[in-house]
């Protein structure tokens, strides 16, 4: 497993990363966990329907996003928001999809990336498809798309894989394995010694990282891009994490798992080193600390400002979105559903 | 008997079938550990081990497949998938394997199994949890359908379901898993698969329902007979094999019927349902037959909920109309 | 125009639409190389080369999945499903993604792609390669499902899906491909999807069905004609959006209906059509509609088909019943 | 890949196999072989329905059988009519399938062996539940399945590979890798080295073997029984082998590949090889040859006419293989069907 950066913050090799930009993605894992962290207190408060909480996973999100281009696709999953939002979409739209609302899914015209996928395993190929078609189009974009450990089971994980092996799309399979799905724990889904192993089967280069690791994360994330827009295929990105919180807020992880687990876990916090590491550069204060804390905390409120005063949708609201045109029934049934 | 939720009248119902025969097994995802998304399976895992109450990776094809070869080598399994959203991954062999071994191998071999699948909406979910496709596998041969909306009835389906010699579509209306509760016999008790409910008995109009919608059109009932309507009310309970006899009666009698379900409305259940009645009782239909049933649309989010669900008003809007109109 | 039969009107379409339109490929098993199980695709690769015109490995729900990640990403994909049997494992990209993205993402995101499936029995083909399972694509919100019956239907349903901005279930009748041969425009030429079409103009009684089901259907109606019965044909031809108007201002004039199709009767399509027939003018019908369809049983291999697939002399049948009863 | 016998018939290394065995073997081969042939001119006169011929697969097939106990269960396809006869299954009830009959679909009581799957990829999970029964119900029964090099491409071929590793079940993976899926070449399918590399992805064994080679296919896949049989868990066995026919008697090879790629298959021919070496041994002479061909043309001729003999099926057939008891709707539309 790569790691550049210590828990302790220490580096182990020297990084191509420059400060400024170590900053600004140390700022933006800081922003998520606000937006992450309140996001579950308006669970509690009904302001939001169920929540999957990323505590914990800041580092392979924001240092995966940091890769892209603006112009490439992401193709992410309901716990994926730090990535999504990283990469352009807006908070509050990610919020007011929580509230239950399909608004929440149509990111502007210059976001390249697809609402949430829910099901797990079916998204894969679709980057697959998105990578492919920017190379019949002749443009240089790639995709990436960010899964877990738990969607690798799934049947549509080998195909998504073996076609973009065998059509060398220019596609970026970035797993989050945060040791869980739902209950059942990476032991238990696979027999093969690591996920990055599976890359093997399709003859696709798979590279094990250090999940927590911002550092090790953007570096491995950005060659892999690189590969893929250089033309030399697909790459697949196993990020050793943890989930810190609940698969859900309707979860209880104690079912499944031991609180000092999570307390170890909570050792290789992926923000924590960062600020560590920063510090003993001089790069840190808790004067800035508190700056960008602040900006954090105003992000995060506008875009719940903003998401909740979006008005509640009408009947129209139901049917306005099936097809480019409405079909005879679906005027007529909206009609009905008006009266 | 034991007052029970719906829910528990699961948990009853799988203890029982554990307990009484050795080749039951459940299998799912998180059926084990956690006692599955909804607890259904809650404690089985304790009192009758990991070898018959097994936790599968995330991969819906492979749950019922693998429990299809378990069924087919003599076992009983129980197989969970997690939503109805959950089971397409599923399909190909519900519908080309378990479904058909029977009739491929003449008997031969076959596939005693019971395939149960939370659904149906209203609780404000996320997308792909609040599907209703009873009728992509009603119109499957070979398997059967079956939905409970009472504790007593989701004991005794289930079990009935469990000792059935062919593969049944157990559909666990979630809406219902905890709003209900009554009392529900010990131990092992089933109810017929293929026989429909009268909840009301009544001489104006039928109305037909089964899974969630029971409720609302209960209710609905009760809202018409305070008007002087006397309306009965059918639970269908089995969609495969349908209990036509009772729901063509009932038309006979009445004259007029308002049938219901949240599915979309196009090439929904419900479109058996009324031309089986126009086709059987024609001149018995004093007003055409109604559907009151969900839109041809995405099964809404949260917010927009509240406009898709067929409610008690429409039903009862329904009803009337068709008195209004014979 | 060019005398063509319904596989070469098709291949004709793919051609016109790769020429006409860039962002046009073909994808599928199969359909480079060799042109396809039943040739369809032929001489396409050499014509417009591998990137355009792709052979996949065996994987259904890749393909669909992939072709889907194009057409969001602006291609126009035609895949092709070698038989509907092989559909089901592409079931869960079609229903929960394909049929979905516009709705989930507001039209930020569409998915203007065709699925080609051939369909429908009659050739004493092995199991799976017979099956009609248009009604579970037309439970589907969000998908148009059309099937042409003529070669100048073909090409014509194939471009306007092509060219439609929202994805298409485009089903073939194997049985058809090869048995008709009509004149067929050159060139870009559409058939609107979304309207039936009457095959012969009657006033007895009104036979509607689809697919390959049609040649039986119009034979019907010789046969009836002969007899002085006169039927209105209807080849429905597009099963979402379906053409209410065309079908219920014919039953309002004939009074009489019978809905054929081969697929299983219970909640197949027939259901739709015939519930819609009785809700929207039941005052006008002289006889209950009938429905004439496979039945609820696996399709049978070669030597049981000729007991499954409806035959002329039970359209007939069903037709004259209407006449006796109303 | 493992080779024992070469294409000449010489021994590279000591088999444990014994002589009588492998006459034994040799003769079911030749019967296989007469059965593929017929098969395909039965269907060109129209007494039977599409056809898939093995033709060239017969050392796999007969192979991989031979390493079975009568009682294990086999989950084949429709090219696998060798192996499935070598299990047990009644030679007319194949001969009847073909011709479009579901009676074909049922092999006595004491043979375990499921109808061929037509479908692709689909089956292999088959075979994991059924060995995860057996063991379920601490019986010593183990499951092999067979399929192909296309197969492999499935999502299902990764479910029941990655569920067979999980749960440690007792199954053998037999691909038959023949070069093609219809019209693809290997090569097009995978970028994945071999076949038998896609076991890493499971952490699960895999081997390579000469699939035209009797000896070596029997030796690797009775270790293979042994080792599940022992409950030490699945096996992925790659046989490289090569469709000599075309994919169905609908199929124009001509159209994907070479004469010549044809030709050299053929050099490698697994009977060839197997008469060679008993003949070096002094173990097979044209007599015996002539004894076995004979009565090899009477097992054929006599399954065909058993199956002929079978009468067209009544209306009743459709009905009859539904459920246990007909439903009301099955009974009132056979009644209908009958009128
Ligand atoms: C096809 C499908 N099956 C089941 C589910 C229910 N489900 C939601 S999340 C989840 C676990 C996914 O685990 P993993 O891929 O590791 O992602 P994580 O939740 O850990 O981020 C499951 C089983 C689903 N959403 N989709
Ligand atoms: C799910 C599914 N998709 C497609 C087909 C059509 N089909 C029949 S055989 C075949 C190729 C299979 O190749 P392989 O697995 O290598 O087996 P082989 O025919 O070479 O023995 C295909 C695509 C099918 N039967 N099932
Ligand atoms: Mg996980
Ligand atoms: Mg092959």
């Given at each position: 497993m790569d790691q550049v950066l210590t828990p302790e913050g220490e580096l182990l090799r020297e990084s191509p990363i420059r400060d400024d930009l170590i900053k600004r993605l140390y700022r933006a894992m800081v922003v998520a966990r606000q937006y992450d962290h309140k996001s579950i207190s308006l669970q509690r408060q009904g302001r939001l329907a169920t929540y999957a909480p990323f505590e914990g996973q800041e580092g392979a999100q924001i240092g995966a996003a940091a890769a892209?281009?603006?112009d490439d696709w992401m193709v992410a999953t309901y716990r994926d928001g730090a990535a999504m939002w990283a990469h352009g979409f807006p908070m509050d739209l990610l919020f007011l999809g929580r509230t239950?609302?399909?608004?929440?899914?149509a990111p502007p015209a210059d976001v390249p990336c697809l609402p949430p996928?829910?099901?797990?395993?079916?998204?894969m190929i679709h980057a697959v498809g998105l990578g492919w078609a920017a190379r019949i189009r002749g443009e240089r974009r790639v995709a990436l798309t960010l899964f877990g450990d738990?969607?690798?089971?799934?049947?549509d994980f080998h195909e998504a894989m073996n076609f973009a092996a065998v059509f060398a799309t220019p596609t970026i399979f970035f797993?989050?394995?945060?040791?869980?799905a739902i209950s059942l724990p990476v032991a238990e889904q696979t027999?093969?010694?690591?996920?990055?192993?599976?890359a093997v089967a399709y003859g696709m280069p798979g590279v094990r990282v250090d999940g927590n690791d911002l550092l090790a994360v953007y570096e491995h994330t950005l060659a892999a891009v690189n590969r893929a827009r250089s033309g030399a295929g697909p790459t697949l990105i196993e990020a050793v994490t943890y989930r810190?919180?609940?698969?859900?807020?309707?979860?209880?992880p104690s079912r499944y798992r031991t609180d000092e687990e999570e307390i170890v876990a909570r050792t290789k916090d992926p923000i924590v080193r960062v600020q560590r590491y920063l510090e003993s550069k001089g790069e840190w204060t808790d004067a800035w600390e508190e700056e960008i804390s602040q900006e954090a905390a105003r992000i995060v409120d506008e875009a719940i400002a903003k998401a909740e005063a979006v008005p509640e949708p009408e009947v129209s609201h139901l049917f306005e979105?099936?097809?480019a045109e409405p079909t005879v029934q679906l005027a007529e049934q909206e009609q009905w559903a008006g009266a | 008997m034991t007052v029970l939720t719906l829910a528990q009248a699961l948990t009853a119902a799988h203890a029982t079938a554990l307990a009484a025969d050795d080749s039951v097994v459940v299998i799912g995802e998180d059926v084990a550990r956690t006692g599955g998304v909804f607890r259904v399976t809650e404690g089985l895992l304790d009192e009758f081990g990991p070898t018959r109450v097994i936790d599968t990776p995330v991969a819906e094809s492979g749950i019922v497949g693998a429990a299809f070869g378990m069924a087919v080598a003599g076992l009983r399994p129980i197989a969970e998938i997690q939503f109805m959203g959950f089971s397409t991954p599923a399909y190909d062999q519900v519908v080309n394997h378990v479904a058909r071994i029977r009739n491929r191998s003449r008997h031969r071999f076959t596939a005693p199994m019971v395939i149960r699948i939370p659904y149906g909406g209203?609780?404000?979910?996320?997308?792909?949890?609040?599907?209703?496709?009873?009728a992509i596998y009603a119109h499957t041969p070979g398997l059967k359908v079956v939905t409970p909306s009472t504790p007593a009835d989701a004991k005794g389906l289930l079990l009935a379901a469990v000792a059935d010699p062919d593969p049944v579509i157990f559909l666990e209306p979630i809406r219902l898993y905890r709003s209900v509760k009554e009392e529900v016999a010990d131990g092992w008790t089933t109810v017929e698969i293929g026989k429909a409910a009268i909840r009301q008995e009544g001489s104006d109009v039928t109305l037909l329902s089964w899974g969630a919608m029971t409720k609302e059109t209960r209710a609905a009932g009760e809202r018409l007979a305070a008007d002087g309507i006397s309306s009965e009310v059918i639970d269908?309970?089995?969609?495969?094999?349908?209990d036509a006899d009772t729901i063509l009666d009932s038309v006979r009698k009445t004259g007029r019927a308002v049938v219901v379900h949240e599915?979309?409305?196009?090439?929904?259940f419900g479109a058996e349902v009324s031309a089986l009645i126009a086709e059987r009782c024609l001149y018995a239909l004093l007003a055409p037959v109604r559907r009151v049933t969900g839109w041809?649309?995405?099964?809404?989010l949260k917010r927009g909920e509240p406009h898709y669900l067929p409610s008690i008003d429409r039903i009862v809007a329904a009803a009337r109309s068709t008195l209004e109109e014979g």
């Open positions: 892209l281009h603006p239950g609302d399909e608004r929440g899914g996928s829910i099901t797990v395993g079916g998204h738990g969607a690798t089971s799934e049947g797993c989050q394995n945060n040791g869980y027999k093969s010694e690591t996920i990055a192993d599976k810190i919180g609940p698969h859900t807020t309707n979860d209880d979105g099936m097809f | 209203g609780f404000g979910a996320a997308e792909h949890h609040s599907e209703s496709w009873e269908v309970r089995s969609l495969v094999p349908l599915a979309p409305r196009t090439a929904g041809d649309t995405v099964f809404p």
